[in-house]
C-alpha cells in the first residue's frame, strides 16, 4: 500500500451529522423543474427528493476549481482530478413529509484504489442514514469515483445495450436551463453542469454533463407516472456513461410480471444504455 493510499485509509470511520426541515419551496422548486404537480401540504417527499436537503455549504473560498468543496474535510483528499458520481443503494424505510424535522448521519465505509479502464481510479463509499419523526427513514450508500484525466487514444467504454425490452419510453433531452436549475436546486457547484468552456476545454466533455442524481430522478418519475400506485421500497443504480444536454435519449423500464420489481434505464442517442436501475417494489 502507497504512502497516500494508507492516508487515505484514515477516513474510513469517519462521521457528519446534519440536521434539517423539509421545507416547501425546494419541493415545490423541484416539481416545477420537472413540470409535475406541487406537492400537497405536508405531503409525502417523492422517492430521492430528500437530494433537495442537507446540501453541501461550504464557503465560496473553500470551493475547488471544478467547482466542489475541497477535498479534505468529510470526504478524503483523493488526488486525482475528476469525479463522477457511479453508483447508489437506497432503501426507503417510511415516508418522510413536508415540513418534518429530519437528521442525516454520513459515514465513510470505505475508500478502495484501483487499475481501471481510464487509469488510477479511487472508489469512496459513503453511507447516509436520514431519520425523520418516526425514527430511520431512508439509508443510502453513495459510490463516488474519482479518476485520472483522460489518456490520449483511450478506448471508450464498449456501449451496453438495453436489459429487457421496455413496457414504456419516453424521449426527452436536458437543455442548459434545466441543468442550471438542478444544479441551483442542490447546491451543485460542479462546473461541468453549466460551465460549457469548462466542462469541453478543461475536463475534455463533448457538452454539458446532464446530472446524474437528475438523470435518476427522471428514471424514477417516470416509473411513478405508468405505475402511480408503485410503492419503491429501494432501489440500485450503475452509472455507465454520460448524458449532454441538449442531445436526445430516452427513459425507459419495464416491470416484472408479478409486480414486485422494476427495471429502468436511460438510453442515449446512439441507443447506448447510461444508467440501470433495480427497483424493488412493495406488493
Known amino acids: 500500500m502507497s504512502q497516500t493510499d494508507a492516508r487515505l485509509q484514515d477516513w474510513i470511520g469517519r462521521t457528519r451529522e446534519l440536521h434539517d426541515t423539509l421545507t416547501p419551496v425546494p419541493a415545490k422548486a423541484m416539481a416545477a423543474t420537472l413540470d409535475l404537480m406541487p406537492l400537497e401540504k405536508r405531503g409525502a417527499l417523492p422517492p430521492l427528493w430528500h437530494w433537495l436537503y442537507f446540501l453541501p455549504t461550504a464557503p465560496t473560498a473553500e470551493l475547488g476549481d471544478d467547482g466542489h468543496p475541497a477535498k479534505g474535510g468529510f470526504l478524503p483528499p483523493v488526488p486525482l482530478p475528476r469525479r463522477m458520481w457511479a453508483g447508489t443503494r437506497a432503501r ?34 459513503v453511507v447516509h442514514e436520514i431519520h425523520g419523526p418516526q425514527g430511520l427513514a431512508i439509508t443510502e450508500e453513495q459510490d463516488l469515483v474519482y479518476r485520472e484525466e483522460p489518456r490520449p487514444g483511450a478506448k471508450p467504454v464498449p456501449p451496453v445495450p ?36 469548462y466542462a469541453t476545454e478543461v475536463e475534455g466533455y ?3 454533463v446532464v446530472h446524474g442524481p437528475l438523470v435518476l430522478t427522471l428514471l424514477v418519475e417516470t416509473l411513478r407516472q405508468e405505475h402511480p400506485d408503485a410503492r419503491i421500497q429501494g432501489l440500485s443504480m450503475r452509472a455507465l456513461r454520460p448524458l449532454f444536454h441538449n442531445r436526445p435519449f430516452r427513459l425507459q423500464g419495464c416491470l416484472s410480471e408479478d409486480g414486485s420489481r ?10 447506448a444504455v447510461t444508467m440501470q436501475v433495480d427497483v424493488t417494489l412493495a406488493r
Not at 418534518?100 to 472508489?123: F, M, Q, Y
Not at 427495471?263 to 441507443?271: G, I, P, Q, R
Open 92 to 125: 426507503f424505510h417510511q415516508p418522510l413529509h413536508l415540513e418534518d424535522p429530519v437528521r442525516c448521519t454520513s459515514r465513510i465505509a470505505d475508500v478502495v484504489s484501483k487499475e481501471g479502464r481510464s487509469g488510477a481510479l479511487v472508489i469512496v463509499t
Open 162 to 197: 438495453a436489459p429487457a425490452e421496455p413496457q414504456w419510453s419516453h424521449g426527452t433531452s436536458a437543455g442548459p436551463v434545466l441543468l442550471f436549475r438542478y444544479s441551483a436546486l442542490t447546491f451543485n457547484g460542479h462546473r461541468i453542469h453549466y460551465d460549457h468552456p
Open 206 to 208: 463533448p457538452g454539458l
Open 262 to 271: 422494476a427495471t429502468l434505464w436511460s438510453l442515449d442517442e446512439h441507443h
